[in-house]
């Protein structure tokens, strides 16, 4: 699913410049290790996390994008370095449980080893 497509059914603000990118899957994590080891290439990657070193792990698993809900605040340094690096960052209001049972509406899941 193209990620524009998810960003309007879904009502989600983009906090960085967007690039047209195809999603994969979902991956649910607020553990950069975990989504260092266990995100795949193309998934939506879902954390409250906001620090910069969230640009770090997405780049390193190439996501499609980065998802903060609860309306997070995202420090501006890390929306520069995620413009400087191309990771598109996005914020929703939903909970991170209200936004897996929207994605599964959609039809995303995680991706199958």
């Not at 998934?43 to 996501?63: G, K």
């Amino acid at each position: 699913m193209k990620l524009q497509e998810i960003i309007e059914k879904m009502n989600l603000k983009p906090l960085t410049d967007v690039e047209e990118r195809e999603v994969e899957g979902v991956f649910i994590s607020d553990m950069l290790s975990d989504t260092m080891t266990g995100a795949r290439a193309g998934d939506l990657w879902v954390t409250v996390q906001t620090h910069t070193n969230i640009v770090s792990a997405a780049n390193l698993v190439d996501a499609a994008a980065v998802l903060v809900p609860q309306e997070k605040p995202v420090p501006q340094k890390t929306i520069d370095l995620a413009n400087r690096y191309h990771v598109i960052i996005l914020s929703s209001g939903d909970s991170t449980f209200q936004l897996a049972g929207k994605l599964a509406a959609l039809g995303l899941s995680p991706q199958q080893g």
